[in-house]
């Protein structure tokens, strides 16, 4: 049995929540939960958790967990994971699994460098990575689009036909984050980029991860180009109704080229300015082939009405802006966008000692070209990142 503490009982805690109930009470069974939450104890009793603590300490003296969950705002994540594997925990981190956490705009008005944001995150994933040496123990890189079916098949086709992927093309867009810590530099580490592109952009370096894998050469990511920008602040009054993006110092939008080692291309785009619910997909053109994920929407149950009225309770995909008419409903979400797939390789790693297909190594590598991303769009040119 593999004992869960979780941190964290906010929104992404839920998703977590409901994939740990989906696997089943054998094998794994979430035995704590902390956070700073007025209704911890209702989410410990709707999800039949046993013990809450109110702060991080508290949970790590819990001799009853084997691994910590992290499930907080990303400027906690380094000084969480690093605590809980002191601790004799194995780890489960939320993206982005770290950054630079301050305000993007120094006292006199100056935008930070980003390079200097870049050389921050490094260290940050440098003290990350020395922990884990330190201690022994293992880090889970919570990244659910590495785990979504679509992606998981694509790689399969990847690995079989033993392609060339060329160029990918990932989006996650959507009208703005719900999250009190969205709009803010200090405790994101950024904007639309880190907070939604981070999910397209991981899945674009697994699959090119897989090619170098069956190909036997290692491709890795080697030069950043892109443009950032606050669409947001273009609107006035009533124009901003539907959109729900309010950045203090962070973009809501990133256009972001990666360049690979083989010389191929992918490129991410991220957005809090898009209405009509999200778009998560992915598409992979290959010198044989071309795979495209439609993780959100897609048009497995397609639904039309014509009024909204006693649709109140109904979800039917996130951020939609009204229920009427013509509208995609998301199926399954937990398994479609990769949750559930996630955990299960992670407690199978757990139990195993295999390695995840979303772990460290994918992460560094996530952060590195986030940051390289921001360096790029502050001064105008393509960043090269060396290995
Ligand atoms: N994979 C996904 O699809 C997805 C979706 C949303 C968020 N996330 C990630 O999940 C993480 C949390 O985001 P969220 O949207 O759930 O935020 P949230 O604001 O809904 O929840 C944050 C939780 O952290 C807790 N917390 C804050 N400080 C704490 C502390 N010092 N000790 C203990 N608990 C503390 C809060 O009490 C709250 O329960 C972020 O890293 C975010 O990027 C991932």
Redesign the pocket.
């Known amino acids: 049995m593999i004992r869960i503490g979780m941190?964290?009982?906010?929104?992404?805690?839920k998703?977590h929540l409901d994939s740990y109930r989906r696997i089943g009470v054998q094998d794994t069974a979430v035995t704590a939960i902390?956070?700073?939450?007025a209704d911890l104890d209702q989410v410990a009793e709707q999800y039949g958790i046993p013990r809450t603590y109110g702060?991080?300490e508290q949970l790590l003296g819990d001799p009853d967990i084997d691994v910590v969950d992290i499930?907080?705002?990303?400027a906690?994540?380094e000084d969480m994971i690093v605590r809980a594997m002191r601790a004799g925990k194995d780890v489960i981190c939320?993206?982005?699994l770290t950054g630079f956490f301050a305000p993007a705009v120094d006292e006199a008005g100056v935008p930070v460098p980003r390079s200097e944001m870049l050389a921050k995150a490094e260290a940050s994933l440098k003290a990350i990575g020395a922990a884990m040496r330190e201690t022994g123990k293992r880090l889970y890189y919570?990244e659910?689009y590495v785990y979504a079916p679509s992606v998981q098949k694509c790689a399969q086709f990847i690995r079989l036909k033993k392609s060339r992927i060329l160029l990918i093309k990932g989006e996650e867009s959507h009208s703005g984050s719900h999250?009190?810590?969205a709009p803010y530099w200090k405790l994101n580490g950024g904007g639309a980029l880190i907070?939604q592109g981070c999910h397209p952009l991981s899945a674009a370096l697994y699959l090119k991860a897989v090619e170098g894998e069956v190909r036997g050469e290692s491709i890795r990511p080697v030069s950043v180009t892109a443009v950032t920008g606050c669409l947001s602040d273009m609107l006035k009054g009533e124009e901003h109704r539907y959109i729900h993006a309010h950045p203090v110092d962070v973009e809501d939008f990133a256009d972001v080229l990666i360049t690979f080692s083989d010389g191929s291309i992918a490129q991410i785009l991220a957005s809090d300015n898009t209405v009509g619910g999200t778009r998560n997909n992915m598409e992979v053109f290959t010198n044989e082939g071309q795979y495209q994920c439609n993780i959100a929407p897609n048009d497995a149950l397609m639904v039309y009405h014509e009024n909204d009225e006693h649709l109140d309770e109904i979800y039917m995909t996130e951020k939609l802006g009204q229920k009427a008419g013509w509208q995609p409903i998301f199926l399954e979400e937990t398994v479609m966008?990769g949750y559930l797939g996630e955990l299960q390789d992670f407690l199978y790693c757990l139990k195993t000692g295999a390695e995840p297909a979303s772990g460290f190594p994918l992460a560094y590598d996530a952060i590195r070209v986030i940051y390289a991303a921001y360096r790029s769009a502050q001064e105008g040119c393509a960043v090269r990142l060396e290995d």
Request: with cysteine.
């Open positions: 941190v964290g009982s906010g929104f992404a805690a998703l902390c956070s700073k939450d702060d991080l499930i907080t705002p990303p906690l994540h939320e993206k982005p919570a659910n999250a009190v810590h907070r966008r």
